[in-house]
């Protein structure tokens, strides 16, 4: 599967090099899926490299999500210049606030 970037939920299953969206993105929850191999990790960052998710797999089939509650609209958070800083497996599913 390669990433699919639009629509109200993004699923990213390959860490890009540069940004995903540029300008500013409002995150309602990101969740990782499918993490194969403990150890394996998952970060998601803005332009300044400020954490916005981090996670790192303790096992086969790992899931974790985080959902965000404050920004522009109820329940968002906003990113400047969104990145998928590292994804060691599986796919991580970015819910977009509308």
């Known amino acids: 599967m390669a990433n699919s970037i639009g629509g109200a939920v993004w699923a990213v299953d390959t860490a890009a090099a540069g940004t995903v969206q540029s ?3 409002f995150v309602a ?3 990782w899926v499918g993490g194969t191999t403990a150890g394996h990790e998952a970060k998601v960052t803005d332009v300044s490299d400020r954490v916005v998710f981090h996670a ?3 096992g086969v089939n790992y899931s974790t999500e985080s959902v965000y509650s404050q920004g522009m ?3 968002s958070l906003p ?3 969104l990145k998928v800083a590292t994804l060691g497996s599986g796919t991580l599913y970015i819910e977009i606030a509308r």
């Open 29 to 31: 929850k990101v969740r």
């Open 56 to 58: 790192v797999a303790t």
């Open 79 to 81: 990113v400047t210049d």
């Open 73 to 75: 609209f109820p329940g």
């Open 23 to 25: 300008g500013v993105t």
